[in-house]
């Protein structure tokens, strides 16, 4: 029986052939690109602001100091002060919290809705799939921000409502691609070996179809996490979201746009927090997609 070398080690056989698995993990650490890895740390303080906010700052998102209102940053304020005194810096730390439920949620809620029209028209027979077609064609013709509108408009503002405004919008788009996944996989050949086999449908659905159809979900669910955030602030900047003074981005940019011209900070910073995380997310997604495609990254 052969023994695997591994050639790392200057040529000494390794106990079943594999590298370390600590030395795996460096290895794809140090693999990644510079991009990647930045949007995996920059990720990882987010959720650390949104875990544990005080280990990033010791100050208090609400906190009234008239007498520092509107101060450009400082080494004492890094990102300035608001009209009422607050802190930016502790209020966009702060406001990863909420933006990031709101993001997860709404990401949740569509991915949701969306895996259970897109099965449903990939194997439910012709009359559903057109059915179902013919309802994602009317959302479609929705603009995203316009239907959550209208929801938000029902429903009222709030972050539950924000979750469901900008989850039930996004969710047509998902459920498409999720319909051609499950089209696409029941034509494969195992799936068609397994009806041929005698296996009861359910079991060809749950151990065939569904596993495989559901592997771009991951990708999905990363970038839909970055969009849905953007979607919500842009709710909050028309008034519509979180109701002030909590600190969450749209609402934070809402807040200062009547001091864009004297204050400049409190529209950079926020706006600045929205952009990065959206970036690091479609970074991310697209590295987990590359990934699952089998490509080098």
């Known amino acids: 029986m052969a023994t695997a070398i591994d050639p790392t080690v200057g040529g000494l056989p390794l106990p079943g052939g594999g590298a370390p698995a600590r030395g795996g993990v460096v290895a794809r650490v140090r693999g990644l690109r510079p991009v990647v890895l930045l949007a995996f740390v920059f990720v990882a303080l987010l959720l650390i602001a949104a875990i544990a906010p005080s280990l990033l700052t010791k100050g ?35 406001g990863a919290r909420e933006s990031i439920l709101i993001g997860l949620g709404a990401t949740a809620v569509g991915l949701g809705i969306a895996a259970l029209l897109g099965v449903a028209a990939g194997i439910g027979g012709k009359w559903v799939d057109n059915g179902i077609n013919r309802l994602l064609e009317v959302l479609f013709s929705f603009p995203i921000l316009l239907f959550a509108l209208f929801l938000v408009a029902i429903f009222g503002s709030g972050v539950s409502t924000q979750i469901l405004a900008v989850g039930i919008a996004s969710s ?11 089209l696409q996989v029941k034509g494969a050949d195992y799936v068609i070996a397994s009806r041929a086999l005698g296996h009861p449908p359910s079991r060809t659905l749950f151990k065939n179809i569904l596993p495989n159809a559901f592997r771009p979900l991951v990708v999905l669910a990363t970038l839909g996490v970055g969009q849905s955030i953007v979607w919500a602030s842009a709710l909050s900047f028309l008034g519509l979201g979180v109701a002030p003074p909590a600190p969450e981005w749209g609402a934070m940019l809402d807040a200062g746009k009547d001091y864009i011209q004297t204050a400049w900070w409190l529209e950079l910073f926020p706006g600045a927090a929205i952009v990065a995380t959206t970036l690091a997310a479609s970074c991310i997604g697209r590295y987990l997609q590359r990934r699952i495609e089998g490509e080098t990254y």
């Open 172 to 182: 047509p788009g998902y459920a498409r691609m999720i319909r051609a996944q499950v």
């Open 60 to 94: 208090d998102p609400l906190q009234v100091n008239l007498g520092h209102s509107l101060q450009a940053p400082s080494l004492e304020f890094p990102f300035g002060t608001d009209q009422s005194g607050r802190s930016v810096y502790t209020r966009v730390i702060y």
